[in-house]
């Protein structure tokens, strides 16, 4: 183990007597275990080409979930090709007028 300060040393300390509790909600650990299991195995490599506008969003979005953003784009992708990604209409169309008033304006 590499070498710990005093205050990872009282919180390992804190961790293996069991006083420390997960804060996570039931939905949150869903989501990471789902992006956990969508790019554990990664065994070929993509390379797409993506707007500025559309990688910004994405970044941004992966940086409120907390993963990386292309963690973010494995797992969307990985639940569009299983047929678990809704389609939200509105919120589509929302998207797309934000995306044309944003290219508009650059």
Same mark, same amino acid.
């Given at each position: 183990?590499s #070498?710990?300060d005093a205050?990872?040393r @009282?919180?390992? !300390?804190?961790?293996?007597?069991?006083k420390?509790k997960? &804060?996570a909600? #039931?939905s949150?650990?869903?989501n990471? @275990?789902?992006? !956990?299991?969508?790019?554990a195995?990664?065994?070929?490599? &993509?390379?797409?080409r993506?707007?500025s506008?559309?990688?910004?969003d994405?970044?941004a979005?992966?940086?409120e979930?907390g993963?990386?953003y292309?963690?973010?784009?494995a797992?969307?992708?990985?639940?569009?090709v299983?047929?678990?990604?809704s389609?939200k209409?509105?919120?589509?169309?929302?998207?797309l007028?934000?995306t044309?008033?944003k290219?508009?304006?650059?």
């Open positions: 183990m #070498k710990l205050y990872e @009282k919180v390992l !300390a804190a961790y293996e007597s069991g420390l997960s &804060v909600t #039931k949150e650990l869903q990471l @275990k789902a992006a !956990a299991r969508a790019t195995i990664k065994d070929r490599r &993509v390379n797409i993506l707007s506008i559309d990688l910004g994405i970044q979005k992966a940086l979930e993963v990386p292309q963690t973010l784009i797992s969307v992708l990985h639940k569009y299983t047929g678990r990604l389609d209409s509105q919120r589509i169309t929302s998207r007028s934000r044309t008033r290219r508009a304006a650059g």
